[in-house]
């Protein structure tokens, strides 16, 4: 009988030991996936054996009780972080649950360019396949609404950057941190500024800084450009920027501006009306900002562009029409 006994012992503890090598052979095999790449997501408040299971649901070829099983032996279960992943062809157990367990989600990102308009900026939103579309078919005003800013124009208020996020992510979620990051990029330049600049609020500097922006085509002019501007809101001169007259015109403008659409007016017309316009025009970067409220000194009321995207700064319309004449027709 003890034979018998002893026999069975060895025998079983043969068997636990198969099992046990078996088991750490298979963590390390690399699982067999639907497709070179699934797409796995794990919600919040999902527990181990639900996460197993999203693996298998996802396109990974694994018994979710095995994998229940790894997690719950490797003493990782409760780090396992709720996000959104990408799962690669050659990843073992071991890889997916390091994966899961610290959080390495599959970041997408999404560029934001200086000049852009809010509208422009929808549009690559919308293109992020990996975004949550959730301001789609809402008004401009119902979007800043959603960010905490209702009654607020979104022109400007966002700043131009890349910026990356999780798959299944919401754009309004990556507009809450442009929104912040414009923000606090607007609070430093505001805390620079000149004695002399012409701006007396930080709104103000928003728009000209806006308006800097889309005039300036060589970096080195934009604090000159700056200067012919704030020297222009100094006099009462009025600015006579087309930047804001097309962007008066909205989508009605085909690209060639026209006397009468100088004529025209909107509260963005800056030939027809004084002063700056009621909302910045584009998405300023970080050097208009900063030339908006620290313009380089000098006495220029005008320039024109040269054709090699600088510009001729003159400080009377003498000056400026010989400018014109040589830069513009060749004279």
Do not use: C
């Not at 067999?32 to 197993?52: C, H, M, N, Q, Y």
């Not at 006495?299 to 010989?322: I, M, P, T, W």
Request: no cysteine; aromatic share 8%.
């Amino acid at each position: 009988m003890r034979r018998f006994l002893l026999t069975v012992f060895l025998l079983a503890s043969l068997a636990v030991l198969a099992a046990g090598g078996w088991a750490l052979w298979w963590v390390y095999q690399p699982l067999r996936l639907a497709a070179p790449t699934v797409d796995l997501s794990i919600e919040a408040g999902t527990l181990p054996r639900g996460v197993a299971q999203a693996v298998k649901d996802a396109g990974v070829d694994v018994n979710p009780d095995l994998l229940y099983y790894w997690f719950r032996f490797s003493g990782q279960a409760r780090q396992i972080k709720a996000g959104s992943y990408e799962l690669e062809a050659g990843i073992t157990p071991h890889r997916l649950l390091a994966k899961l367990a610290r959080g390495e989600e599959t970041l997408r990102a999404v560029t934001l360019v200086e000049g852009w308009n809010f509208r422009q900026v929808r549009a690559a939103l919308s293109k992020e396949d990996a975004l949550k579309p959730d301001t789609r078919g809402l008004a401009d005003e119902a979007v800043m609404g959603l960010l905490g800013r209702a009654g607020q124009h979104p022109e400007g208020r966002f700043y131009p950057d890349t910026y990356t996020f999780a798959k299944g992510s919401s754009d309004v979620a990556v507009l809450k941190r442009a929104l912040r990051a414009m923000d606090k990029r607007l609070g430093e330049a505001w805390a620079k500024r000149a004695p002399d600049a012409a701006v007396k609020t930080p709104d103000e500097a928003l728009i000209l800084a806006s308006i800097i922006e889309k005039e300036t085509g060589k970096a080195s002019d934009r604090t000159m450009i700056a200067s012919v501007f704030n020297n222009r809101l100094r006099v009462g001169m009025p600015l006579q920027t087309d930047p804001t007259v097309i962007y008066g015109l909205g989508a009605s403008f085909d690209g060639n501006l026209r006397k009468k659409d100088l004529q025209a007016d909107t509260p963005w017309n800056t030939y027809t009306r004084p002063g700056l316009p009621p909302t910045p025009i584009a998405m300023p970067g970080k050097a208009s900002l900063l030339a908006a409220v620290q313009p380089a000194p000098g006495k220029a009321l005008y320039f024109v562009a040269r054709g090699d995207g600088s510009s001729q700064f003159s400080a009377s319309l003498d000056e400026h029409n010989r400018a014109v004449n040589k830069y513009q027709r060749g004279q």
